[in-house]
């Protein structure tokens, strides 16, 4: 849990930059995660790794988020056939088409039969 008042805290958050609450940008990371789900990790055997996680922008409470993701390489297993991984690059805006954030992972994958 993030205690910082600037994600809960109206009078607090007023008067800083923003103007008002952001929404925890780790709340922002898993929801951009869990909207790929069903695209690219619905059977995966792990997610091998997050990296180079860049919040770009500030989310705010009532937002809509909306992400994509993009295979950048496939890589076969070297010592499984039946495995591969897929390296991905998600990124994920607002509604008003503002970029907020972009992070790039590993997916182990299970392969289509030969």
């Not at 952001?22 to 997050?50: C, E, P, R």
Request: proline share 4%; with cysteine.
């Amino acid at each position: 849990m993030n205690t910082n008042p600037i994600h809960f805290d109206e009078n607090y958050a007023g008067q800083l930059q923003h103007g008002r609450c952001l929404v925890n940008g780790i709340l922002v990371f898993a929801i951009a995660v869990g909207m790929s789900v069903k695209d690219v990790s619905q059977s995966a055997l792990a997610n091998l790794d997050y990296e180079n996680i860049r919040h770009l922008g500030p989310t705010f409470h009532g937002d809509t988020i909306y992400a994509e993701s993009e295979i950048l390489a496939v890589t076969p297993s070297q010592s499984k056939r039946d495995r591969g991984v897929l390296y991905l690059e998600t990124r994920a805006w607002n509604q008003r088409d503002e970029q907020v954030l972009v992070f790039r992972r590993h997916v182990l994958v299970p392969r289509r039969p030969e």
